[in-house]
């Protein structure tokens, strides 16, 4: 009896258990269909939502090309380019699909800015209300390598534009010249024979390794192009014996940044490895412009059977624009001319009425087109008193239309030594040597004065923003 009794209560309380279990799976289910109707209406009568963002604030003040992805909650609508409203006002493309919309910024942007990215008129791919879609970032403040000779070891540093924050990243007894990008540094060292050793590491310092070089010899014109993956220097052998010409003189090279153990590749021209007077990397390319030793401006794929594009004469390079595949170059009675290196097609730089003074270099904004050589840029003017003697360097902006404006005037016996654009050209760095007089050279491969320093200036206002000791800043393609 009693054992009956005790199966009667266990199946009670499995029926109440089970009335319990369906009760409270009947109010999930109703929260639930509550909250998927909630969410209905609201995406209704809001219309599109951001989800999430991807953007890389760094990347975006230190280069070209880079990405804000905005990802909505649904399926959007087709979004065109003029529906995107970026402030400050930069140049950039777009392309939308799906949930995202891409935004791709075709220049640099400025450090330590904040920025809005708004896309309003947005709808839903099966239609409903309209919403804007939006999001802030803020670049970081600058941040700049450069090269300091000492009396004891030469220094490679990092720091922001205020100073502070000094932090040595290589050093070595001489150090001829670096280059810097992606992340990763490459210095040219001289060693005790004369001979140059080529050390890639990373932005700290550390992961040094050494570059496979032609052979024992010494390097200059270090360059590197973070978008090819490549880095180029202009190689001359020591001589065999005193007096003896080097078997190889300044023959251009590259190699693979990523892997230095890497035998490098000599440039050559119609099959014949010349002597270079002076070259670059084509931005956003593999391609090398270059000017040989009896004068000839040419544009050559490394490694390629193409044909190398000749250009006729020219003197020096002054810059190959970023974004574009264009290029500012000096010819003999020409002057300075704006060469769209594609086609073949130049035009003059218009000049300012009146001009400063002799024009030196010519670096062009990153927005620069350069369709009727009409081009926003800093130029570097020597300034000449009533009797034609130099009396001053010039930093100068002029605009496409000519309109030109100083920046930085650099008084006698200083010397103006370079001038370099930081990555958006917010601002200008001028590399100068105090008192070139009785500032003497010393005996590197890329002889320097003593006492040189980096002066950084505001091109809008001309305002100073930095005096930083050492030259070679990172923003430079190129040494001094």
Same mark, same amino acid.
Request: glycine share 8%; aromatic share 6%.
């Given at each position: 009896m009693s054992t009956e009794r005790s199966a009667g209560r266990r199946e009670a309380r499995m029926r109440k =258990?089970?009335?319990?279990?369906?009760?409270?799976?009947?109010? %999930? %289910? #109703?929260? &639930?269909? %509550?909250a998927v109707a909630a969410g209905s209406v609201v995406s209704l009568t809001q219309g599109p939502r951001v989800s999430s963002v991807v953007? *890389?604030?760094q990347a975006a003040a230190e280069s070209s090309g880079s990405r804000v992805i905005l990802t909505a909650n649904q399926a959007l609508g087709e979004v065109s380019h003029d529906q995107v409203e970026v402030t400050p006002a930069v140049p950039f493309t777009v392309d939308a699909a799906g949930r995202e919309i891409g935004v791709r910024f075709t220049a640099p942007l400025d450090d330590d800015t904040e920025y809005r990215i708004s896309v309003p008129g947005v709808r839903a791919v099966g239609g409903g209300p309209v919403s804007t879609l939006? +999001? *802030?970032?803020? +670049? @970081? @403040?600058a941040t700049v390598f450069l090269l300091e000779r000492t009396e004891g070891d030469d220094e490679i540093y990092r720091t922001g534009l205020d100073g502070a924050d000094r932090e040595t990243v290589f050093a070595s007894p001489e150090i001829d010249d670096f280059r810097s990008a992606a992340g990763l540094i490459v210095a040219s060292v001289r060693n005790s024979d004369g001979s140059a050793s080529l050390i890639r590491? $990373?932005? *700290? #310092?550390?992961?040094?390794?050494?570059?496979? &070089?032609p052979g024992d010899g010494t390097i200059r014109n270090l360059q590197l192009s973070e978008r090819g993956g490549r880095i180029g220097y202009t190689y001359t052998d020591l001589p065999a014996s005193s007096g003896e010409a080097p078997e190889r003189e300044a023959q251009l090279f590259t190699a693979s940044l990523r892997a230095p153990g890497d035998a490098p590749s000599a440039v050559a021209v119609a099959g014949e490895v010349p002597s270079v007077d002076t070259w670059q990397f084509v931005p956003d390319s593999s391609a090398v412009l270059l000017i040989d030793f009896t004068g000839e401006l040419v544009i050559v794929e490394p490694g390629s059977d193409a044909e190398p594009g000749v250009l006729g004469s020219a003197v020096d390079i002054d810059a190959v624009a970023r974004g574009t595949y264009t290029a500012i170059v000096e010819r003999l009675e020409d002057g300075m001319v704006w060469i769209d290196l594609a086609t073949g097609d130049?035009?003059? /730089?218009?000049?300012? *009425?009146?001009? @400063? =003074? /002799? &024009? =030196? $270099?010519? /670096?062009? &904004? @990153?927005?620069? +087109?350069g369709e009727t050589g009409g081009v926003d840029s800093v130029r570097q003017y020597t300034v000449l008193g009533e009797d034609g003697v130099p009396t001053a360097q010039q930093v100068t902006f002029v605009a496409a239309d000519g309109t030109a404006r100083e920046v930085v005037t650099i008084d006698m016996p200083d010397a103006l030594l370079q001038t370099c654009l930081s990555p958006s050209a917010r601002y200008v760095a001028a590399t100068v040597a105090g008192d070139l007089a009785s500032n003497p050279y010393d005996t590197m491969s890329l002889p320097m004065p003593a006492q040189v320093d980096t002066l950084v200036y505001d091109i809008d206002s001309g305002e100073r923003v930095a005096a930083l000791p050492g030259f070679g800043v990172s923003w430079c393609a190129a040494g001094p």
């Open positions: =258990g089970r009335r319990r279990f369906a009760a409270a799976f009947a109010v %999930v %289910v #109703g929260v &639930l269909v %509550v953007v *890389d604030p939006e +999001t *802030d970032f803020r +670049t @970081p @403040p590491m $990373n932005d *700290d #310092g550390s992961a040094a390794e050494e570059f496979a &070089l130049e035009e003059p /730089l218009v000049a300012p *009425d009146p001009e @400063p =003074g /002799l &024009l =030196g $270099n010519v /670096l062009p &904004l @990153p927005s620069a +087109t």
